[in-house]
Structures are given as structure tokens and as C-alpha cells.
């Protein structure tokens, strides 16, 4: 399929693949913790200004591709959509937005699952891998970043297309060949965002329980930095870790435990949507919602509509259209022969909602997090 586009697609995934590709390259710079990790931070792997000049692209008004392609780009789409987040239906939304306000034609095929269906997933990437003549671009949202390794690898190394990644920002070092960019937010930077905005709100010497993912770089970052965070700095004291695989079910069971068990635990961190949701569900069902302060993690619409109901009282926000602008603007500057001036991790902005916000200062955020996808919950 990518001959069938403008010549300057050759130079241009040669560009992309000389940047990303091979350990050679990689990292740009150092790093003091490099050697404890097994992968690489977006400092590590970004070209100095890349990450910002795609941030202040994202953030204005579209440039139309001058370009001609001859048929619809072929993107095919591998990621948990089924699962109660929004998160991947709103970076969709926003990335077909963004392409055709950029005047870009194409065509997509999703192949769906729950985040917890890994070998799915592995079907699914095998299945795109051997019909490599039938896409362009490929994005693929892992279940867990360990788990689909093997995946991203493989499709990364197909030279029929490009592989883009999203919710991930940690290329893995063991990886024999990276895929053209990733795209996130960072989960460590917002989990250090909500550790500094719930000390400044709740103060020191709290306890609190924990629904977390699932063992990974994900649930690291998002619940394991927060915990260390909170417990370095102020000393708070954790009961209960439970890991709910961010199912809803997962945040309900484990809030149910939690508010048997461990009544001394007024705060519960919860690791994304689902989980929130299924422990906010939990908390009414036993008529403890207003004895105990709820996070989410993402800002998404489901919980934007949880915290002006004041059954959820703060999640670390993210500008969530970011991410599925960024890829369109990726996908240009490779139709461009661009691609070796994008960041290898594309990053999003996050801030923190909470229910002592305004409803003007909470709507402001909803408008410009989700310019393309549209505010409000999304129907399912």
C-alpha cells in the first residue's frame, strides 16, 4: 500500500526508520538511573525541541498535507477498546479529526478487545503482521507493555508500515527494532502531579488503600510512584493493595474488601476509569461514598461526570486528544519525509480535576482536553 502514495513515502520511512530503529541510535543522551531500568525515558530518546515543536503543532489550528495520495491510507487500529475507558475511542475520534482537517483521505479497520485478552491481542497483531500489503500505518495499544513485547517487535520490524504505539512512553530497551513513535501521557509525571496535589489538599500521616492494575510499567508509574510519593513525603501509610486488572469488577471487588476490612483507609487510589467507576459503584452500595475521598486516573468523560456528581473527588487530567492528534500530525510529516524530525514519545499534558473546582473551570478543562472527540461521557 505505500507505493501507492507520493514519492517522497520512501525517503520518508527510511528517515523514520534510521531515528527509531536499532540500539545503535538509542539513547540521544544518558540519564543517572539509565542502568536500572530496562527501558528508556522520553529525555533519553528525544531529539532536543522534537517533543515540543509536535506539542505546539497538536495545540494549533490544522495545516492542510499539500500532497497528493492516489487511495485512502490503510490504518489499521489494535488496542483494548472494548473496555469501559474512553480513552481509545476519544484518541480515535481525535485522530480522524485531525486528518481530515488536514485534508488527509483514509480508511481504518479496529480490531477490538478488553484489555485483559492478551493472547487477542497477539492474534490480532499476527493477523495485521501477515497482511502487511494491506495497511499503511499501524497503531497498537498494548494490553500491558511486557506482555505484548514480542508483538510490537514483530510489527515494528515489518517494513510494509509503520508502526505507531500508544498509551506507552517507555521504549523497551530489549526490543530489536522500536517502533516509529509512541505516544502517551506520562504516567510517572502525573502520578507525581497527584501525589504533590492530594499532600497539599489531605496533608501528612493519611492512610489509604490501593485498586492498581496490572503488574507492569503502567501500574508501576501510575500507583507505585503515587505510593512512594505520598509515603516519602508524607508519610502516609498504605492497608491494602489490590490488583484489579482495570476492570470495573477489579475496582469493585476490591473496594468492597477494602471498606470491610480496612475501615481505617479513608482515601482509595484507583489506577484508571474502570476501576474507579466499579469503586464508586461499590461505595454507594454501601452508603460510604461521602466517607470516602476517590481518585480515577485520566480525567476521562465517565469520570469528569463522577466528580460533578461528587462521587469521585480528583483524577490526574489528561488533555486526552492529544494523543490521536499527535498521531495525525505524525502521519503528515511522514507523507512530508518529515519523520526524522517527530520525537520518538510524543507526550500529552496533564493537570488535576477535583470537586472543588467551578463548573466553568471544569467545563474549560473538558473543552480543550477533548477538542475533537466532543465533552461529555461517549455513548457506547
Known amino acids: ?72 491510507l490503510q490504518i489499521a487500529l489494535i488496542y483494548p477498546s472494548a473496555d469501559t475507558s474512553d480513552f481509545w475511542a476519544r484518541n480515535y475520534l481525535a485522530m480522524t479529526k485531525r486528518l481530515d482537517q488536514l485534508g488527509i483521505v483514509y480508511e481504518t479497520t479496529e480490531f477490538a478487545s478488553r484489555q485483559v485478552e492478551h493472547s487477542l491481542q497477539s492474534t490480532y497483531a499476527s493477523q495485521v503482521e501477515q497482511d502487511a500489503d494491506l495497511y499503511d500505518y499501524v497503531i497498537f495499544g498494548p494490553s500491558e507493555l511486557a506482555i505484548q513485547a514480542d508483538n510490537i517487535d514483530k510489527l ?16 523497551l530497551k530489549y526490543l530489536e527494532t522500536q517502533p516509529d513513535a509512541w505516544f502517551d501521557f506520562s504516567s510517572a509525571a502525573g ?6 496535589y ?31 510519593c505520598v509515603e516519602e513525603k508524607g508519610n502516609w501509610n498504605t492497608a491494602y493493595e489490590h490488583y484489579g486488572e482495570y476492570q470495573s469488577e477489579g475496582g469493585f471487588e476490591g473496594t468492597s474488601l477494602i471498606l470491610q476490612a480496612y475501615p481505617e483507609a479513608k482515601i482509595i487510589h484507583n489506577a484508571n476509569t474502570a ?15 461521602n466517607e470516602i475521598f476517590s481518585t ?5 468523560g465517565l469520570e469528569l461526570d463522577a466528580i460533578r456528581r461528587g462521587d469521585l473527588d480528583a483524577t490526574p487530567m489528561r488533555m486526552g486528544d492529544d494523543v490521536g492528534a499527535a498521531t495525525a500530525e505524525a502521519i503528515k510529516a ?32 473538558e473543552q480543550e482536553a477533548f477538542r475533537f472527540s466532543g465533552v461529555g461521557a461517549l455513548q457506547r
Open 191 to 196: 502520578a507525581l502531579t497527584m501525589c504533590d
Open 1 to 72: 500500500m505505500r507505493l501507492l502514495l507520493t514519492t517522497t513515502i520512501v525517503a520518508t520511512s527510511l528517515a523514520g526508520f534510521a531515528m527509531a530503529d536499532g540500539h545503535a541510535t538509542l539513547p540521544l543522551k544518558e540519564l543517572p538511573d539509565i542502568a536500572d531500568r530496562d527501558y528508556w525515558v522520553p529525555n533519553e530518546v528525544n531529539a532536543d525541541g522534537a517533543l515540543e515543536a509536535l506539542q505546539a503543532v497538536v495545540g494549533a489550528d490544522a495545516v492542510p498535507y499539500a500532497g497528493t495520495i492516489e487511495d485512502p
Open 198 to 228: 492530594m499532600l497539599g489538599r489531605l496533608g501528612n500521616g493519611v492512610t489509604m488503600a490501593m485498586n492498581r492494575g496490572i503488574p507492569g510499567i503502567t501500574d508501576n508509574q501510575r500507583s507505585g510512584d503515587f505510593k512512594a
Open 156 to 171: 515494528s520490524a515489518n517494513d510494509g508500515f509503520s508502526t505507531y504505539v500508544w498509551a506507552f512512553h517507555t521504549p
Open 334 to 365: 511522514d507523507l512530508e519525509g518529515r519523520a526524522g524530525d517527530l520525537p520518538l514519545v510524543f507526550l500529552g499534558r496533564i493537570t488535576i480535576a477535583h470537586d472543588e473546582m467551578s463548573a466553568e473551570e471544569i467545563d474549560a478543562l
Open 275 to 289: 476501576m474507579a467507576m466499579g469503586s464508586v459503584e461499590a461505595q454507594v452500595a454501601a452508603d460510604k461514598q
Open 296 to 300: 480515577g486516573w485520566g480525567g476521562t
